[in-house]
């Protein structure tokens, strides 16, 4: 900043169509080395250049996200202005910006995006991807002007966000077709309201089970996903439940649901689970079984033994 000339240069930067543009950028804008003198005439110049007509309107976008991102005034609800007309890579700049704007710029910028013309897949993807960044926040303050390598917390789901998002995932509902959608965004549903019954889950993966012979391996993945969350759950999923994943799961990676069936219903699954060991099919789960007891038998006061087929489970 001290070779003169080097504000004219950044606004050709600026007004470049190069899709390398924010590339040239970068080692002159990033770092939380920089000094607040050194961000405030950046960031003088950045508001100087969204005037700039010549501008290109990626940069105006990054620039107006960087500048709402170290709370100069107005900035975040400007994000807004380039919003419907955006491209798909801009769309997404923004949802990775949640972190840094308020609740209502974001209900906003949700309606807004919910409004664009784009494949069901696609604003699955976005939608997921909005899910997950509405629920950070800023773990310190930001100095640096690219807004990737920030650190976040997790914190309380704001409202009129967690009901913009659910409202357009309601919306996509009946478009949705296929299990990897239908799951995708009952994903979504849960994760941001957390208050939702859990049984929404279960009945969802129960009727999909119902429906096959066997699980797909295509469609584990969204299957897991959704399995997870009973299990970061501390409610009690029905075994039977449980059980149907092992039997349908064939040659899937099984061994967390054994695990969770074990540690869920201790010693009254113990029969079903020392006939699964001499009958059951899947070596997954089987390395649950021995998973579990690994970790848990000293403290169980439980002695594990096993010759081929012939598992024990004893008191010490």
Known sequence: MTVPGWEAHV???????EADVLRNLFPLL???????????????????????????PEVASWITLSLASLNYPGMASRTLASLPTASKSAMFEWVYSCGF??????????????????????????????ASEVGKVLAGPAHGFFLTGRSFRRREMPSGAVGAIEAWADALSPDASGFF???????????????????EVVAFLDSYLSSVDRIAKDDWNAFASLLFLLDESPKRVNPAFLWRVIQK???????SVMERIIRQEQDACYPAVIDYWANGTSASAKFGIL??????????????????????????
Do not use: W
């Open 11 to 17: 606004q050709r930067l600026c007004r470049s169509r």
């Open 30 to 56: 990033s770092g939380d080395h920089l000094s607040k003198d050194v961000v405030d005439k950046v960031a003088s110049l950045m508001g100087k250049i969204l005037d700039d007509r010549g501008i290109n």
């Open 101 to 130: 704007l308020p609740d209502e710029v974001v209900v906003e910028g949700v309606r807004i995006l919910a409004a664009h013309e784009q494949g069901v897949d696609d604003a699955i993807k976005m939608i997921t991807a909005l």
């Open 181 to 199: 959608a239908k799951a995708s965004l009952l994903e979504v549903k849960m994760r941001i309201n957390l208050s939702r019954d859990l049984s």
């Open 249 to 255: 799961g064939g040659d899937l990676p099984l061994s």
């Open 291 to 316: 998973n579990y007891f690994e970790d848990n038998a000293p403290r169980l006061g439980l002695i594990l033994t096993k010759e081929g087929k012939v598992l024990k489970i004893e008191k010490a």
